[in-house]
């Protein structure tokens, strides 16, 4: 499970018809996050209090049309997302956005 972790996704797409973020990983099994949940959910610092956990920004507070402006790969673990909010300082490791896609594939 770790090791699969370790290999990032085969494509990172961002699908503006649809809104989403599209993560194919091994050729085989494509994912795909909607923008806003991605946004509202970001792991960063300003989002999420460090010290109490406690989330500061979550998805009723992003914006219904927001989207990613630019995508930057961080070493080969993570993704970092410009949102056109302006806010660039969420990574997104592999192992969080196979998180966030699993809870949305579940029921
Ligand atoms: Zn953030």
New binding site residues.
């Given amino acids: 499970m770790l090791g699969e972790l370790m290999h990032g996704p085969d494509q990172i797409q961002a699908d503006w018809n649809r809104g989403t973020l599209r993560l194919t990983w091994s050729a085989i099994e494509v994912q795909e996050i909607p923008f806003r949940l991605l946004r509202g959910l ?3 610092a ?3 209090n460090e010290l109490t956990g406690e989330r500061t ?1 979550g998805v009723s507070d992003a914006a219904e049309d927001v989207r990613p402006e630019g995508m930057e790969l961080v070493g080969n673990y993570a993704v970092k997302i410009s949102w056109s909010d302006r ?1 660039q ?2 990574l997104y490791t592999w192992e969080y956005l196979r998180k966030i896609a699993g809870t949305l594939s579940k029921g």
């Fill in positions: 970001c792991p960063c300003v989002c999420v920004f806010h300082t969420g």
